[in-house]
């Protein structure tokens, strides 16, 4: 009998090396990110929007996506420069990143708006009608080409803020007449986040006219490796249709048109 066990477990114990690499987890792909709901958080299913997008993206290519957050800066530094991460997101393209990054195919659209309070309303369809206006902004955050030249060349008074919930905070108390922020960040902060009561929600209203919508991207390190990543990701985003994916989330939670702000 033991005889006859014998040349079994041999067989058994080669088999081994075979089983536990077909058990073996996807390669991961990891990506620093700063924590901006609904696009990209822990806070809600599939990391957001776009971290629910790109994990759909790697799974199509038989990988996991993995995000790890930190403030902006430091996302910016570990994405663009740590070996660990082979990008950072999400982010709006501009002149200044093309010299960065490899920019993904889309991974969600924002729409930036000029918020103010409805006891002080402004009337602005261009952004030249906001010449001279103090104007909360987000330090690091890109508001358009546009938007961004006028404020280098002082046409425009920005004053930033380390994040959008401080600068709506400011905004209520009257620091200044108005701040821009994405539209759905604005809502997932009045609406989902638990931090603004109805009183003060009740205050604040906003403008999208002087703004175009724009995508947000991953970015892929500006080297050959970060470019064949950025290609394999592009061909196999190319399968999901991104304005239905972004309906259906915001669907999924509730951010679907239903609790939009008054303007």
């Given at each position: 009998m033991?005889e006859?066990v014998r040349p079994?477990?041999?067989m058994l114990w080669?088999?081994?090396p075979?089983?536990s690499?077909?058990?073996?987890p996807?390669?991961?792909?990891?990506f620093?990110a700063?924590?901006?709901?609904?696009?990209?958080?822990p806070t809600?299913?599939?990391h957001?929007?776009s971290?629910t997008?790109?994990s759909?993206?790697y799974?199509?290519?038989g990988q996991?996506?993995?995000?790890?957050y930190?403030p902006?800066?430091?996302?910016?530094?570990f994405?663009?420069?740590?070996?660990?991460?082979?990008?950072f997101?999400a982010?709006?393209?501009t002149?200044?990143?093309e010299?960065?990054?490899h920019?993904?195919a889309p991974i969600?659209?924002?729409q930036?708006?000029?918020?103010?309070l409805?006891?002080a309303?402004l009337?602005?369809?261009?952004?030249?009608e906001?010449?001279?206006?103090?104007?909360?902004?987000?330090?690091?955050y890109?508001n358009?080409?546009q938007f961004d030249?006028?404020?280098?060349?002082?046409?425009?008074?920005?004053?930033e803020?380390?994040?959008?919930?401080i600068?709506?905070?400011?905004?209520?108390?009257?620091r200044?007449p108005?701040?821009v922020?994405?539209?759905?960040v604005?809502?997932?902060?009045?609406y989902n986040?638990g931090?603004?009561?109805?009183?003060?929600r009740e205050?604040?209203?906003?403008?999208?006219?002087a703004f175009k919508?724009r995508p947000?991207h991953?970015?892929f390190?500006?080297?050959?490796?970060?470019?064949?990543q950025q290609?394999a990701?592009?061909?196999?985003?190319?399968?999901?249709?991104?304005?239905?994916?972004?309906?259906?989330y915001?669907r999924?939670?509730?951010?679907?048109?239903?609790?939009a702000?008054?303007n």
């Amino acid at each position: 009998m033991p005889e006859r066990v014998r040349p079994l477990a041999l067989m058994l114990w080669l088999l081994l090396p075979c089983a536990s690499v077909f058990a073996e987890p996807a390669a991961s792909v990891r990506f620093a990110a700063e924590d901006w709901p609904p696009f990209i958080t822990p806070t809600l299913p599939g990391h957001g929007l776009s971290g629910t997008l790109v994990s759909a993206v790697y799974e199509k290519l038989g990988q996991s996506a993995q995000v790890e957050y930190f403030p902006w800066k430091r996302t910016m530094e570990f994405g663009l420069h740590h070996p660990r991460y082979a990008g950072f997101m999400a982010v709006w393209r501009t002149p200044e990143r093309e010299k960065l990054c490899h920019f993904s195919a889309p991974i969600g659209n924002t729409q930036t708006v000029l918020v103010f309070l409805k006891d002080a309303p402004l009337q602005a369809s261009s952004l030249a009608e906001l010449t001279g206006m103090r104007i909360g902004t987000v330090a690091g955050y890109s508001n358009g080409e546009q938007f961004d030249g006028m404020a280098r060349q002082g046409l425009l008074r920005v004053e930033e803020g380390v994040n959008d919930e401080i600068n709506l905070r400011k905004l209520l108390s009257k620091r200044f007449p108005a701040i821009v922020v994405e539209k759905h960040v604005l809502r997932h902060l009045l609406y989902n986040s638990g931090r603004f009561t109805k009183a003060e929600r009740e205050r604040i209203t906003f403008s999208e006219q002087a703004f175009k919508e724009r995508p947000v991207h991953i970015c892929f390190k500006r080297t050959a490796e970060g470019l064949a990543q950025q290609k394999a990701y592009n061909d196999a985003a190319r399968e999901i249709d991104l304005a239905k994916f972004e309906r259906e989330y915001w669907r999924r939670i509730g951010m679907d048109g239903n609790q939009a702000v008054e303007n």
